[in-house]
């Protein structure tokens, strides 16, 4: 059973969407033309590729949660250019094999680098990615890594119902083993370029507990009986922060995009 068990319908809707300042990054990020195809690993419900939707015509999204997939499917289809191909596999980074001749303009991993068997899946990607193509690892940061004085205020009370060390799922998050900056400069797209995109948002405390409960530290699950208690708390240290029931966070995107040494670009 996948981690996000349980996440999926919060993820959809709570889950920041991807802003348009980075997807203008990516897709500066490979040759124009056509057919122009995308891989999007641990797709989700479909973040990414709603973000890039319009920019690629050969899309497949690969992701270990059948749930996911299923959300992403009802998603991102209706909304799909009509020339546009769009392929979602159940599968994990490590074990995805393309389908025969096809390679990646540009590979995207979003949010999930962390959960990987890095130096695996990177040199996978070498047979899997086109010549001067590109693999782009980026997120934002989580509430957990936050240093607004709310967001602290919303950890301290997660803290205080499933203890200090975060929870990933049913077990608990040892964290990346290495920076991505230098898993890709170990990788054969050592040619790295870091890009940083300001992104500045405004909650409630229904979009932030939606939030929350999309992730592997706060999911639904992990407060059983008390979840009802937990998001009672959260509101009540919201409430110090704000009488308008607005919430301003200031965060950013980093991006790293990798390429062969050989590439054109």
């Given amino acids: 059973m996948s981690i996000f ?3 999926v319908g919060f993820y959809r809707q ?3 969407d991807i802003p348009t300042e980075v997807a203008d990054v990516l897709d500066a990020a490979v040759p124009a033309g056509s057919p122009r195809r995308l891989l999007d690993i641990g797709t989700g419900t479909g973040l990414v590729v709603e973000a890039l ?18 959300a992403a499917e009802s998603a991102l289809r209706p909304r ?11 599968s994990t980074a490590e074990e995805y094999t393309p389908p025969a001749g096809w390679q990646a303009d540009l590979v995207t991993i979003c949010r999930t680098f962390h959960w990987l068997d890095q130096a695996r899946v990177l040199n996978q990607l070498d047979a899997q990615i086109s ?57 054969p797209f050592n040619r790295v370029e870091e890009t940083v995109v300001p992104v500045h948002r405004t909650w409630t405390a229904n979009s932030i507990l939606g939030y929350l409960h999309s992730t592997t530290f706060a999911e639904p699950e992990l407060f059983g009986d008390r979840l ?10 919201l409430a110090r922060y704000s009488d308008t029931d607005t919430f301003v966070e200031e965060n950013e995107f980093l991006i790293h995009l990798g390429r062969r040494p050989n590439a054109s670009r």
């Fill in 5 to 7: 068990h349980g996440t």
């Fill in 14 to 16: 709570f889950r920041p």
């Fill in 53 to 70: 939707r319009d920019r690629f015509d050969d899309i497949i999204g690969i992701d270990p949660d059948a749930e996911m997939l299923t």
């Fill in 80 to 90: 799909l250019p009509a020339e546009a191909q769009l392929r979602l596999q159940e």
């Fill in 131 to 187: 010549r001067d193509g590109a693999v782009a690892i980026f997120a934002d940061k989580s509430f957990w890594v936050a240093d607004n004085e709310w967001e602290l205020a919303v950890r301290a009370v997660i803290q205080e119902f499933l203890g200090e060390q975060r929870r990933a799922g049913g077990g608990t998050f040892h964290g990346q083993r290495r920076p991505d900056l230098q898993a890709l400069r170990d990788s």
């Fill in 228 to 237: 009802h208690e937990f998001d009672e708390a959260v509101r009540a240290v």
